[in-house]
């Protein structure tokens, strides 16, 4: 085996077999989304990202460390409210539709722990006219996820928590 700065040529009888790594790879989802505007206001706030699908909890965890975020993800409400109890937290958000808690329930329960807490649900489904989307410090983000919006929607609500 023999390795290069960004190339590792691990070499099988008879069947070459080249693999590429990146050094200091800093995950975006997209160049063309990424912006100097972009990078967080202040480091501190953690956001705890709730969704029951592996894949799409790592993407948004990825997501928001590429906004210049800490994130930690949670697979179920429960798991989530595990953390929260033994955790500080800027913002949480989760999806709606989960087995178990859903995103409403996951709601009511960071409220009974923190009042003033940010919640944004983040959903494919159709919410309109749902009274709860017009608490104070509760958002709702369309799937698929935008990351200009999902970047401003995160600014938006640890401001208005600042502003409390």
Known sequence: ????????????????FVTTSYEHFRC??????????????????KILLVDDNA?????????????G????GAASGQEALDLFDHRTYGMVLTDLVMPGMSGWDVL??????????PVVIVTGSPII??????????????KPVDVAALDTMIKRMLHA????
């Open 1 to 16: 085996m023999r390795q290069g700065r960004f190339l590792e040529v691990v070499e099988w009888p008879k069947i070459p």
């Open 28 to 45: 975006v989802a997209s160049g063309k989304h990424y912006h100097e505007s972009m990078k967080a206001q202040d480091r501190d706030p």
């Open 55 to 67: 894949v799409v909890r790592d993407m948004l965890v990825d997501l928001v460390a590429s906004l």
């Open 69 to 72: 975020y800490h994130a930690d």
């Open 108 to 117: 009511a329960a960071v409220r009974q722990r923190d009042a003033t807490i």
């Open 129 to 142: 006219g749902d009274p709860r989307t017009y608490q104070p410090g509760v958002a709702v983000l369309k």
């Open 161 to 164: 928590r600042l502003a409390v």
